[in-house]
């Protein structure tokens, strides 16, 4: 199944933008506080980017496992949610 996914495709082309960029600040040997804050937002950029992709697995794969009435495959839309949180935990 494809979505349209031009928004996040988007984002994350700003965020390989900013990661030149910051590498471009550690050349130039920019103050460490400026380089720390466009880390910073890279971070948060990335979270949004996160977010996305999730609200889209959430909005289609997941509702699609429930729809279909299926245990199996709902069980292991659930599993996968599960496992990629853990690994967040870490």
């Known amino acids: 199944m494809h ?3 031009t928004r ?6 700003r965020i390989e933008g900013q ?4 590498q471009q600040m550690l050349v130039d040997q920019r103050y460490c506080i400026d380089v720390l804050h466009q880390l910073q937002a890279v971070k948060a950029a990335l ?3 996160e977010s996305e992709i999730l609200g889209e697995h959430a909005a289609h794969c ?3 496992a429930i729809a279909s009435g ?4 709902q069980t292991a839309k659930f599993a996968e949610l599960v496992d990629l ?3 967040v935990k870490r």
């Open 70 to 73: 299926d245990p199996a495959a």
């Open 85 to 87: 949180f853990e690994k």
């Open 62 to 64: 997941v509702a699609e």
């Open 3 to 5: 979505h349209d996914r």
């Open 19 to 22: 990661v030149r960029g910051l």
């Open 8 to 13: 996040t495709i988007n984002r994350l082309k």
């Open 47 to 49: 979270g949004k980017a």
